[in-house]
């Protein structure tokens, strides 16, 4: 069987549908499964057990260029490429119309969302561009939403917990580090720069080091201010690809983070996880006791989180995952 899987961006929600892969391996062994992404997240796809191979698909900047002879060269590459294979079954995860009729290049059947669901983008004309529409309960998780349609499209029952089957390089920290992933594309996910410290200051009493991240000038400069403030205790990572980032962060302890990508890496990596929310909206998104994340938590308010909240939550999901450790 040939599997084609169109979920080109974001980064959260590609991490989320990764899992899809080890359940039609599951189901089916010898399947061959082929990926569609943007290209800043092939890397990230091509790290997951059991995928065959990544088509790079730079949709959104090949719009900003659509004229020029370079990105016509491009775009019939990827055609060329998208039609190299007759698929068994072509999922579209995305339910956008953008990624409906990338769908519509591979040659083979197609399945897509017919419906919206919760919090998830979705555009109508997306339903009626796949030759089988599936209807998906509208209060779902993103992670149960792709193996939900994954199941039904190929006609598997879904059977345990979701695994994502990220790799990272295998190597440890020689100290014990925990990230605190800072950054996010949207302010009203931020968690307080003071919090940060507050928090940091007591991982470093306790004989943590502290790692920050960051993406752009404004993250760096965030980070270098909470650094400074933290101590010796705690470092700025420089600025690195989201394949490096993945092997640095794989070969820590833990991760403290805002609801963003970064986040999502840590549970796919099965890190000790906090992830903080300013809305009541990690049903969908966060780490769930259902999935199987038993040192890996959510934790919501508003309009954020308390200092004391957050580190309970991360003393809770430290011992749960020392004792996991020891059996």
């Not at 998208?82 to 072509?90: F, H, N, Q, V």
């Not at 949207?186 to 003071?194: G, I, T, V």
């Not at 420089?238 to 549970?267: E, K, N, Q």
Request: proline letters at 6%; aromatic letters at 8%.
């Amino acid at each position: 069987m040939r599997v084609l899987v169109v979920k080109l961006s974001s980064l959260g929600d590609v991490v989320h549908t990764m899992p899809v892969v080890h359940d039609i391996h599951a189901a089916y062994p010898d399947a061959l499964i082929d990926w569609v992404v943007e290209p800043g997240f092939a890397p990230l796809v091509r790290r997951v057990s059991g995928i065959h191979s990544s088509i790079e698909c730079a949709i959104r900047r090949w719009r900003k260029g659509w004229w020029t002879s370079g990105v016509r060269h491009e775009w019939g590459q990827f055609r060329d490429a998208l039609r190299g294979e007759r698929y068994d079954a072509i999922i579209d995860f995305q339910g956008l119309t953008k990624s409906a009729l990338v769908a519509r290049i591979a040659r083979g059947t197609r399945f897509g969302l017919a419906n919206q669901t919760d919090g998830a983008s979705h555009e109508w004309p997306a339903r009626w561009l796949v030759d089988h529409p599936i209807q998906i309960e509208p209060r779902i998780h993103a992670l149960d939403r792709a193996r939900a349609l994954a199941s039904r499209a190929l006609g598997y029952e879904l059977m345990g917990p979701p695994l994502f089957g990220l790799r990272s390089q295998q190597f440890e920290a020689t100290d014990r580090t925990v990230v605190f992933v800072h950054g996010t594309s949207r302010d009203d996910k931020l968690w307080p720069q003071e919090s940060w410290i507050e928090i940091g200051r007591r991982m470093a009493a306790m004989g943590w080091r502290i790692a920050l991240p960051h993406a752009g000038a404004t993250e760096k400069a965030r980070a270098d201010e909470i650094c400074a403030a933290i101590g010796p205790a705690c470092e700025v990572w420089p600025a690195m690809d989201l394949d490096s980032l993945t092997d640095r962060m794989g070969a820590t302890h833990g991760v403290i983070g805002v609801d963003s990508g970064l986040s999502h890496i840590a549970v796919a990596l099965d890190l000790p996880h906090v992830q903080i929310y300013n809305f009541p909206t990690s049903w969908r998104t966060g780490p769930q006791v259902a999935h199987g994340h038993d040192h890996q938590v959510s934790v919501e308010g508003q309009p954020t989180p308390g200092v004391e909240t957050v580190w309970e939550k991360w003393q809770q999901v430290w011992a749960k995952f020392q004792q996991a450790e020891q059996r």
